[in-house]
């Protein structure tokens, strides 16, 4: 009698869990209004290059994704989409957009669904989730379609950051004649050893939060996961810290844009896309030449990853920064004048 009363209470608590979830519908009806987001953001040292164009997309499901994009005062020597890591937004590059103009590059740049001020996947808008990783690439899809190709000048390019990086890599195993070259900095190919699961095997990874979403678990935060905590949440990031002070005051301006860390489904999704980007026959596919950058200090990607995966494909062409932490392009100056560098001789 006992057991029957411990089995009928299990499975009460899991049908509750799984009635508290937030579905798209819910989340768009509490949604902030579109005028919110139709704009860029600036702070008293922080402020996005002029001639700024901020354009909200629709997706199927209703959601609105942020983009923005720049012309360069020359003429164009083509554009670059830029894609930002987790619980990223597109001010955070405020100085890699203005490189790139200098460079005379147009660049074209967004905030992913569920994050930024694009459209959040749940309830609480702090916590990072993912409903599958196919649903980014469906959105890389629809920013091709509705303004790279019918407003943005030829040839294309893409560069990505940690799990901008890894959807990039992702984008080129899957259309490779969209972009003619990529550069990747940090991508996500595989957590640092002591960061997060980085200590587990990804076959467990996949093993627990598939069990933590059979019982109604998957928008709660992932184990260690927690709300935002500033020095917490982008401890890590770069040596510099005047940099990462000057980006802090953004959640002030906007505290939307804050983001603690992932839910157990972002986990079980980045995983299932690790093991699919890493197969043999999909890095064969890759067409396009890339510029693979990796921080010897990262301590949340693995820099070995990239090692490994860059010995794959002789597209690949791995620089290594030896005293960089994760964020190499907003690292302190004698770094990113080295990114800067490489990156002037990979594109001409």
């Known amino acids: ?43 008293d040292t922080i402020s ?48 890699v957009v203005k490189e790139l103009l200098d460079r005379d590059f147009a660049v074209l740049t967004f905030d992913w669904r569920g994050q930024g001020l694009s459209s959040r996947l749940i309830k609480d808008p702090q916590k990072g989730h993912m409903t599958s990783f196919a649903d980014f690439i469906t959105d890389a899809e629809l920013i091709y379609q509705k303004i790279v190709v019918p407003k943005m000048p030829t040839p294309y390019h893409i ?31 595989g957590w640092a050893p002591n960061f997060g699961a980085g200590n587990l095997n990804s076959t467990v990874v996949l093993l627990i939060s598939n069990l933590m979403k059979a019982i109604g678990s998957s928008q709660s935060y992932a184990y260690g996961a927690t ?17 990462f002070q000057k980006r802090v005051t953004f959640y002030k301006v906007e505290p939307h844009l804050l983001m603690g860390g992932p839910t157990w489904n972002w986990i079980l ?12 026959k999909r890095i ?23 090692h490994t995966i860059a010995a794959t494909s002789e597209k690949i062409t791995l620089v290594d920064f030896p005293a960089s932490m994760h964020e190499i392009l907003m690292e302190q100056d004698v770094i990113r004048d080295a990114f800067w560098q490489e990156f002037d001789q990979f594109m001409d």
């Open 1 to 43: 009698m006992i057991f029957i009363i411990l089995i009928f209470f299990v499975v009460a608590i899991v049908l509750y869990k799984h009635y508290q979830q937030s579905s798209i519908a819910q989340v768009i009806v509490a949604d902030i209004p579109s005028v919110q987001r139709n704009r860029l953001i600036a702070t």
């Open 48 to 95: 996005m290059p002029a001639g700024g164009v901020v354009e909200l997309l629709r997706t199927k499901e209703g959601l609105e994704i942020r983009t923005a994009r720049w012309m360069p005062k020359k003429t164009p020597k083509g554009t670059i989409l830029l894609c930002q890591g987790y619980t990223e937004f597109l001010e955070k590059y405020d100085e």
């Open 159 to 189: 560069m990505g950051h940690s799990m901008g990086g890894h959807l990039a890599f992702r984008v080129l195993q899957e259309s490779p004649e969209y972009y003619t070259k990529a550069i990747l900095c940090a991508p996500f190919f």
């Open 227 to 243: 709300a935002p905590y500033l020095e917490k949440t982008l401890a890590g990031q770069t040596s510099d810290r005047v940099r």
């Open 269 to 280: 999704e980045s995983t299932k896309s690790l093991h699919l980007i890493l197969q043999a």
């Open 284 to 306: 064969a596919q890759i067409q396009t030449p890339i510029l693979l950058v990796s921080g010897a200090k990262d301590k949340i990607v693995n820099p070995q990853a990239h």
